[in-house]
Nanobody, 126 residues
C-alpha cells in the first residue's frame, strides 16, 4: 500500500506563490500517473493537475492553467505543484493522488486515481 505525504501548504497573500510536495513510499512510483486535487469548504473535491508516469503529459483544470505547474522527480519519488499568482478562490485542502496506471484518465477525474494523501491546507488572503 503506497503512502502519500503532502507538504508545503500554508498562508499566502493573493498574488503570491507556494510549492506543494508529495512524497510517495515504495518502489513503483515511476509506474503511475500522479495528480493533485483540492477541496474547498462546502464544495466537492475537484481535479487540479495530472502528470503521466514519465512527466511527458500534463493536464490542468481550466481554473489553474497558466498559473500552476505540476512536475515529478522519479528518483526522489516526489510530485510537485508549483502555484503562482494565487487567488483567494484557490483556498482549499490540496490532496495528492496516485493514478491507477501510467496515464491519468481522459479527462482526468477522481476515478482515475486510487490512492490518496491526507491533504495540506492552502489559504490565500485577499
Amino acid at each position: 500500500q503506497v503512502q502519500l505525504v503532502e507538504s508545503g501548504g500554508g498562508l499566502v497573500q493573493a498574488g503570491g506563490s507556494l510549492r506543494l510536495s508529495c512524497a510517495a513510499s515504495g518502489r513503483t512510483f515511476i509506474s503511475y500517473a500522479m495528480g493533485w486535487f483540492r477541496q474547498a469548504p462546502g464544495k466537492e473535491r475537484e481535479f487540479v493537475a495530472g502528470i503521466s508516469w514519465n512527466g511527458g503529459r500534463t493536464y490542468y483544470a481550466d481554473s489553474v492553467k497558466g498559473r500552476f505547474t505540476i512536475s515529478r522527480d522519479n528518483v526522489k519519488n516526489t510530485v510537485y505543484l508549483q502555484m503562482n499568482s494565487l487567488k483567494p478562490e484557490d483556498r482549499a485542502v490540496y490532496f495528492c493522488a496516485r493514478g491507477r496506471g501510467p496515464y491519468y484518465g481522459d479527462p482526468p477525474d477522481s476515478g482515475s486515481f486510487g490512492s490518496w494523501g491526507q491533504g495540506t491546507q492552502v489559504t490565500v488572503s485577499s
